[in-house]
């Protein structure tokens, strides 16, 4: 992507920065056992893209993970990317307490996470239950994306996510569909 995520426009217009908070559904990082592993990983490639960072907010799996993402939307973030609790365990429930909170889902996103997981040969990424999609409340939309809570995981989707970031914003924004570099 040669423009920075939000800031360059196809008519040249200036923007603001994309401001995403980053969320860590971690139960055991949470309870301080061991620290946050993965929303770091997420936190650092936004900042390097150029956008304004909230976070890693670290919180237990389930409702906390709703009340962060409702943070994020009363503070007007164009963007929330999770981390964590999107596996088959008992604990994990951040794609349902997402679910409800969406006006609709973008499940494209979250198709491409999986598949690109997949195709640098870690077949359990298709087991992950992420969600992609937009929330409204007042006038505001937000991008909401639940990525793997593993490192490589995390990364992986921040590659996927990385050149289309802008652009998803953008619409959401109002902005007409112009196509990402």
């Given at each position: 992507?040669?423009?920075?995520?939000g800031?360059?426009?196809?008519?040249g217009?200036?923007?603001?920065?994309?401001?995403?908070a980053?969320?860590t559904?971690?139960?055991?990082?949470?309870?301080?056992?061991?620290?946050?592993?993965?929303?770091?990983?997420?936190?650092?490639?936004?900042?390097a893209?150029?956008?304004?960072?909230?976070?890693?907010?670290?919180?237990?799996?389930?409702?906390?993970?709703?009340?962060a993402?409702?943070?994020?939307?009363?503070?007007?973030?164009?963007?929330?990317?999770?981390?964590?609790?999107?596996?088959?365990?008992?604990q994990?429930?951040t794609p349902?307490?997402?679910?409800?909170?969406?006006?609709?889902?973008?499940?494209?996103?979250?198709?491409?996470?999986?598949?690109?997981?997949?195709d640098?040969?870690?077949?359990?990424?298709?087991?992950?239950?992420?969600?992609?999609g937009?929330?409204?409340?007042?006038?505001?939309?937000?991008?909401?994306?639940?990525?793997?809570?593993?490192?490589?995981?995390?990364?992986?989707?921040?590659?996927?996510?990385?050149?289309?970031l802008?652009?998803?914003v953008?619409?959401?924004?109002?902005?007409?569909?112009?196509?990402?570099?």
């Amino acid at each position: 992507m040669s423009e920075t995520p939000g800031n360059g426009t196809p008519d040249g217009a200036t923007r603001r920065p994309l401001r995403v908070a980053v969320v860590t559904a971690s139960n055991r990082a949470a309870a301080g056992v061991y620290p946050d592993r993965s929303g770091p990983v997420v936190a650092d490639r936004l900042r390097a893209m150029g956008c304004e960072v909230a976070g890693p907010w670290v919180v237990p799996d389930g409702e906390p993970v709703a009340e962060a993402i409702g943070r994020a939307l009363d503070e007007r973030a164009d963007a929330v990317l999770t981390t964590g609790g999107t596996g088959l365990t008992p604990q994990d429930h951040t794609p349902e307490v997402t679910r409800r909170l969406l006006s609709f889902e973008v499940p494209g996103i979250a198709e491409a996470l999986r598949a690109a997981g997949r195709d640098k040969g870690v077949p359990t990424a298709i087991l992950s239950r992420g969600l992609a999609g937009v929330v409204e409340r007042g006038g505001h939309r937000m991008l909401v994306v639940n990525l793997p809570g593993s490192r490589g995981g995390a990364s992986d989707g921040m590659d996927v996510l990385e050149p289309v970031l802008g652009h998803a914003v953008d619409q959401l924004r109002g902005g007409d569909h112009t196509r990402p570099e």
